[in-house]
């Protein structure tokens, strides 16, 4: 596979984890709520499952050795931004 494929795929895996991110935050949100409860903080093994999370995906993009396995490549700053964007 092309590195252009590589970096277009790694991008949709990124965008896809965001968005599944953002849609556990917002289930976390009940209508008419503020953003900034302490129920939203409230469940320390949400954020533990996240951290787990991003590190997995993290290294997936990023780590040499799993690279070709997934089929992956790095991303930059703008790809990052891209993915924030649409998640």
Excluded at 19 to 27: A, E, K, P, V
Excluded at 28 to 37: A, E, H, N, W
Excluded at 43 to 64: Q, R
């Amino acid at each position: 596979a092309s590195v252009a494929y590589a970096a277009a795929t790694t991008l949709t895996y990124a965008t896809l984890c965001i968005c599944q991110f953002g849609s556990i935050f917002m289930r976390r949100i009940s209508p008419g709520r503020k953003l900034l409860t302490s129920y939203l903080w409230s469940n320390k093994k949400l954020f533990v499952a996240f951290g787990i999370s991003i590190a997995c995906m993290l290294s997936l993009i990023y780590l040499p050795l799993l690279q070709p396995y997934f089929g992956t490549e790095g991303l930059g700053a703008v790809d990052w931004l891209t993915a924030l964007i649409a998640g």
